[in-house]
């Protein structure tokens, strides 16, 4: 091919056109123009709006994964925050329970010790509010420990009592406490009257910490399962008419002559926290009258000066 032939031109790519100056004013000046135009009479609303529209879905799925990461970071801002809530809930759930717990412990320790106040009045002996401290640790015996003694006037042989009635009575003292032995140890007994018929008798602990027994009551004698038992008086030692034991069965047997009565105490020792320690009545009484020797009767003194 002759060289003269060939096309020189310079392919599009490369033409150059306008001048940059002269692409910069035109462009201005429309820019220019346009938000004149736009301003005055809102002429690219309506393109602005077309655009909008068809752009619309394109922004929407461009957005999803954008609300996805933020939305994955508020539920787990608010998964975790829903979690401390409910540790911070069950935290004070606990510390409710706790507070309720020891609340219905306070109130019925409230009522024990009204129900004490009110019976102080009533009992006409000395009486001493004392706590229980613990319970002895030997498995055959029934007794506590009281954080009264000698010190705090305590005797050997006094009552002890609670709202319910007689619970045992004390064997040994200590400087600054006591030991009480209960009404339904194997080894306690206590003089008690039947309300109901006047009738004396004694009542013994039957060992088994929960139960008494009403001995040498004949299998004729008028005892019914519901009689009230409260002491008699005549110890010396037990306030009258204190509250001991409920007859709870009856057993008459063909073969002997004493009935087997069981006893259910009226004053329970489990659960006993506040007692109150009666003088004993032996302390309260009158002493009692010396007896006059033979040289100081009328006759030995008539046969002095005879």
Known sequence: ??????????????????????????FSALAVFLMAADGRVGLIQPLRAAAATALLPAVRVLSVPVQAWHGG????????????????????????AE???????????NARLRALLELRPAVTVKSLAAEVLYEAPDPFSYKLFLDRGQQHGV?????VINEAGVLGQVTRVYPFSAEVTLLVDKEA??????TRTQHRSAAFGSGDGHAMELRFVGGNDDVQAGDLLTTS???????????????????RRADSAFARISLAPTA???????VLVLEPLSVQLPARPETPTEAETPRGRKGGKR
């Open 99 to 109: 507070r309720s717990a020891r609340a219905d412990q306070l109130a019925q320790e």
């Open 189 to 194: 007994a206590i003089p008690v009257v039947n």
């Open 1 to 26: 091919m002759p060289l003269g032939t060939l096309d020189r031109t310079p392919p599009p790519f490369f033409r150059q056109g306008l001048p940059a100056r002269t692409k910069l004013v035109l």
């Open 233 to 251: 008086g005549t110890d010396g030692v037990y306030p009258p008419g204190l509250p001991v034991a409920k007859v709870a069965v009856v057993d």
């Open 73 to 96: 970071g508020e539920y787990l801002a608010g998964l975790q925050a829903a979690l401390s809530s409910r540790d911070a809930m069950r935290a004070m759930l606990a510390q409710q």
């Open 155 to 159: 005797v050997a042989g006094a009552p």
């Open 268 to 274: 329970q020792p489990d659960g006993v926290r506040h």
